[in-house]
């Protein structure tokens, strides 16, 4: 057993050590090299020892370079080491943690986590969490405990009786919502398409004056960070406007909730503390292994109701907050232990700088860009960066290129009708000095395309 885990140990190291020598996106002989994986189901056992050595020497050159310090796609942070070393350690551990009674000391942990995450995000100290495998999931627990209570206002019991011949919800969502809210929605059999659309302004935030008059059970989804602007809807103002009529308010704060942990950062994230559940993920900016995020609901009765189980063999009787009783799976990996340990590691300063480190990166990319005449088409209000290299082919061609070129690697996306590359700088590993080698990179490729 120690060879097989020390071997894995090494390999994983030299892995880590060696990602920022090489092309962030893999090459693509190394990708082609995968098809060798394409071999029958053994019919024999083989050494432990062998599959560590196709792992590694076939899949890890195949892999993306986003645990590096040059990978600003999409919104994906790295893993701190010590993140990275819990979650070994708690794999080790094994701990199916649904109940405290069972593994009192990963329940003990996620109760510890979520204490300290709503003291570092300044939400109200009686919320309940669910550790979850991400935002989708946690926008999908949250919007089920949601629907529980406007419900239940209504004298309806969704969780025994179903949405067939409930009263109605109005569901309202800005018409920037993540995709994967719209999707938890329809998972909630709200509908994909049922949700009024509150239009939005350039910026991508709701217009809270577009808010229609509201009564009845009512969600009113708003946004903190905009997948391509880093935008933050207006949730206070909304907050005010929706429980005048008592409207749950939700946050996807996937990523955008974290800039609650920044002092400086304090007035674009005002008033945020008045929603009624929220949304985020650990995995994107607190930096932690995949997969990892939380649903917290003010009401914690509300999250149990629409989530706990009961069985006679579900030791449920105990008087410590039961991690399964607030998220749809039962028998789960203890994602707590990772955000304590980064919490733990990081401190209340450490999470703060981070934060304010990178959303200052990502204004030194837009600096830097608009310096060489590129224009940027968002407001750099947190850590995403729209830039346009010119036309549709140019900036699609100036995007292929940098991915090719390997020093670091950016996506694309089309904002209000406009093709642009995103960059999302989200990782505890970037330096100052990977800004400016990206930035020296894109500009000289964008040059070249211009030729
Ligand atoms: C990333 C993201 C999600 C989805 O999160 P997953 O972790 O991929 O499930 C939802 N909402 C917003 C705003 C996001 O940025």
């Known amino acids: 057993m120690r060879k097989v885990l020390e071997d894995a140990a090494q390999r994983a190291i030299s892995y880590l050590e060696t990602l920022d020598s090489r092309p962030v996106a893999p090459l693509p002989n190394a990708v ?16 432990p020892e062998t599959a560590l050595k196709v792992l590694d020497e076939v899949c890890s050159p195949a892999t993306m370079g986003i645990s590096g310090r040059r990978f600003f ?41 979520l204490g300290w995450l709503l003291d570092l995000l300044h939400l109200p100290r009686e919320s ?17 405990a949601a629907r529980h209570t406007v419900l239940k206002n209504a004298g309806w019991n969704v969780e025994a009786d179903g949405l067939v011949g409930a009263p109605p919800i109005t569901v309202i969502a800005g018409a920037e919502a993540h995709p994967t809210l719209t999707k938890s929605l329809g998972l909630l059999g709200l509908g994909r398409n049922r949700a009024i659309k509150i239009p939005v302004d350039s910026q991508g935030r709701m217009r809270a004056g577009a808010l229609p008059p509201l009564s009845g059970p009512t969600i009113v989804c708003t946004q903190a960070g905009n997948v391509n602007t880093g935008a933050f809807d207006p949730i206070s103002e909304i907050c005010d406007l929706a429980h ?23 007035e674009v994230t005002r008033g945020m503390d008045k929603a009624d ?62 955000v304590w340990a980064a919490l733990h590691s990081l401190g209340r300063t450490g999470v703060s700088e981070m934060i304010a480190r990178n959303c200052r990166q990502a204004r030194r990319f837009a600096e830097g860009l608009q310096a060489a005449g590129y224009e940027v088409l968002n407001q750099v209000v947190l850590n995403q960066v ?24 950016c996506g694309g996306t089309v904002w209000q009708g406009r093709t642009a590359m995103r960059i999302s700088v989200c990782s505890w590993a970037t330096t100052d000095d990977d800004v400016e080698l990206s930035l020296k990179a894109m500009l000289r490729i964008a040059k070249e395309c211009k030729q």
């Open 73 to 113: 796609g999409f919104v994906i942070g790295g893993s701190l080491p010590v993140t990275l070393a819990a979650n070994w350690l708690a794999g080790a551990w094994d701990q199916n943690t649904g109940y405290y009674n069972i593994t009192p000391a990963t329940a003990y942990l996620e109760q510890i986590a």
């Open 32 to 47: 082609a090299k995968l098809s060798v994986l394409d071999q029958p189901l053994p019919e024999k056992p083989n050494k």
């Open 244 to 266: 005048r009529s008592n409207a749950w308010v939700h946050v996807d704060g996937a990523f955008g909730l974290w800039a609650r942990a920044v002092p400086s950062m304090a």
């Open 386 to 409: 729209l830039v346009s290299f010119g036309d549709l082919a140019m900036t699609n061609r100036v995007i292929a290129a940098i991915q090719k070129d390997g020093t670091c690697w």
């Open 128 to 144: 309940g969490g669910g550790f979850v495998t991400g935002a989708t999931v946690a926008n999908f627990s949250a919007l089920a």
């Open 277 to 338: 559940s929220w949304a985020t993920d650990f995995h994107k900016w607190l930096n932690v292994p995949y997969d990892s995020g939380i649903a917290l609901v003010r009401d914690a009765d509300a999250l149990r109701a629409a989530m706990a189980i009961t069985a006679e063999y579900l030791p449920t009787d105990s008087p410590f907050r039961g991690p399964s009783d607030f998220v749809p799976e039962l028998s789960r990996r203890a994602r707590g232990v990772e």
